[in-house]
Antibody, heavy 124, light 109 residues
Framework: ELQLVESGGGLVKPGGSLRLSCAGSGFTLSSHSMTWVRQAPGKGLEWVASISSSASSIYYADSVRGRFTIFRDNAKESLFLQMSSLRVEDTAVYFC??????????????????WGQGTTVTVS | QSVLTQPPSVSGTPGQRVTISCSGSSSNIGNNYVFWYQQFPGTAPTLLIYRNFQRSSGVPDRFSGSKSGTSASLAISGLRPQDAAEYYCSAWDDRLSRLVFGGGTKLTV
């Protein structure tokens, strides 16, 4: 079974930092571009950041650029989101997702076909 | 304010056909593929339709996607109570250089 599991969420004060992790199973995470998407309480989906399989291409939403860093450790088949200077408006459930074939900006993008269950970040 | 515009809600009765619209611009839907995601309360989204009209694995053919110009639609025929969920459209935006989502449409059956 293809699965992604996020961890690292929690309660943090404004201005604080948090690192989210995402581990995959049932497939080779290191072969895929990966994406973080968040959902504030009662709100819709918001794309946060994406990273190619080799980490050679990285994209950020304007709302997090300069504060969040997406990175990966392919040797450990893991994806991360380092969040700094957190704001109240960053409060959300954070999902990691597998890009089916290529990174979001690519003409060969096929969407996000495997999602984790999400981890909750509360900034208060 | 979402870059892609969806109706907040749609409703239908079992067996009916409903459509959910997604309106964008030349920098997103007009020049890139559209994707549709389904989300049930308290769960992660799942990919329903990719590249405008391709159904994801396991998605019944009651679900269909289409695109024309700067707008896209998701149609659900033979509506079932279990189709009640939130539906989101998505596309890459060349001008903003980011993936954009619609605000979501809550389907009530």
């Amino acid at each position: 079974e293809l699965q992604l599991v996020e961890s690292g969420g929690g309660l943090v004060k404004p201005g604080g930092s948090l690192r989210l992790s995402c581990a995959g199973s049932g497939f080779t995470l290191s072969s895929h571009s990966m994406t973080w998407v968040r959902q504030a309480p009662g709100k819709g989906l918001e794309w946060v950041a994406s990273i190619s399989s080799s980490a050679s291409s990285i994209y950020y939403a304007d709302s997090v650029r300069g504060r969040f860093t997406i990175f990966r450790d392919n040797a450990k088949e893991s994806l991360f989101l380092q969040m700094s200077s957190l704001r109240v408006e960053d409060t959300a459930v954070y999902f990691c997702a597998r890009d089916q074939y290529a990174i979001v900006a690519s003409p060969n993008y096929y969407g996000m076909d495997v999602w984790g269950q999400g981890t909750t970040v509360t900034v208060s | 304010q979402s870059v892609l515009t969806q109706p907040p809600s749609v409703s239908g009765t079992p067996g009916q056909r409903v459509t959910i619209s997604c309106s964008g611009s030349s920098s997103n839907i007009g020049n890139n593929y559209v994707f549709w995601y389904q989300q049930f309360p308290g769960t992660a989204p799942t990919l329903l339709i990719y590249r405008n009209f391709q159904r994801s694995s396991g998605v019944p053919d009651r679900f269909s996607g289409s695109k024309s110009g700067t707008s896209a639609s998701l149609a659900i025929s033979g509506l079932r109570p279990q189709d009640a969920a939130e539906y989101y459209c998505s596309a890459w935006d060349d001008r903003l250089s980011r993936l954009v989502f619609g605000g979501g449409t809550k389907l009530t059956v």
